[in-house]
């Protein structure tokens, strides 16, 4: 057989075939596209044989006696083993990292704990945040435990089921201060500390005085606040109205119960905004200043009775930032 090969204008080859048993001459035409098919087939092939011999190697390697193959399954593995190692090592001191930057962050907390603390009056003894429960101890160079290295994985799961056991205890903690912290800011809002009406004095204390009617001596139970007819009354603290009525001394009059068996009155009103079993807010327009009832001119009187006794407002409005500081209010 003879092969002659012929190259055309067009970059392809013509193979001729010569046989003394064709009956004929016969060509095959390859050209740049054959070609490449053949050679991709040809590497398709060689990847193929390779990747069959690495599995039929991995997988009897050890069944199979051969030092060689045993040696190379051993260093695959420890290849392999290496590298996740390394990755668990890297993972495990980030986490190590991650872990250190939370307990500084806790440490922070602690003394921000300590202030608020300290600001909810809950004792110190019963809740220390400088020493947690089960903390403590100092290293020893001695003690190859207790020198500083790299955690592991087991002394890592340690440290942060310890980590979490603090968080527990500070969050319950923080829920007792937030407790006392809500306590007293509810306790605030129902005494009546507000000042009633938006006047800088008041022309009648509380105590013994000269009664205007009679002349006599008599004790006045409550401030009186003068003002001009009109002017906005504003309840002292939270609570329920228990009255809003007329009454032949007090004129038209509201009493507020704020718990505690603490009750404050207002008396002369000339307008009433509110009703029985009405819920009002501190500092919430509940009456207008009048001179109804037993008065001699426009003119709030307010009282703080505990358990029925009345008591000296002052005392109470002391605690407050004096005057109400509200917007005006609009004729009603």
Known sequence: MQFRGLRTQKKSMQIILLHPRFARVRSLTVNTRHILIALLLLCVLVLGCAALLSYILLTHAGDSQSPMLHGIAESMMRQDEDKKEKYLKENLAVMAIKLGEMQAQLMRLDALGERVQGLSGVPPQEFNFKVPPGQGGAISSSNPATVPHALDMSELQKALEAFSVDIGHRSDYMNVVETALMSDKIKSRLLPTMQPVNVLYNSSSFGWRIDPFTGGNAF?????????????????????????????????????????????????????????????????????????????????????????????????????????????????
């Open 220 to 332: 006045h139970e409550g401030l009186d606040f003068p003002a001009p007819t009109g002017t906005p009354i504003f309840a002292a603290a939270a609570g329920v109205v228990i009255a809003a009525e007329f009454h032949p001394q007090y004129g038209n009059m509201l009493d507020i119960d704020h718990g505690n068996d603490i009750m404050t009155r207002y008396a002369h009103a000339s307008q009433l905004y509110v009703k029985v079993g009405d819920i009002v807010r501190r500092g919430q327009h509940i009456a207008d200043i009048g001179t109804t009832g037993r008065s001699t001119g426009p003119h709030l009187h307010f009282e703080v009775r505990i358990k029925g006794a009345a008591q000296d407002p002052r005392k109470f409005l002391a605690l407050g930032a004096g005057p109400p500081r509200l917007p005006p209010v609009a004729a009603k």
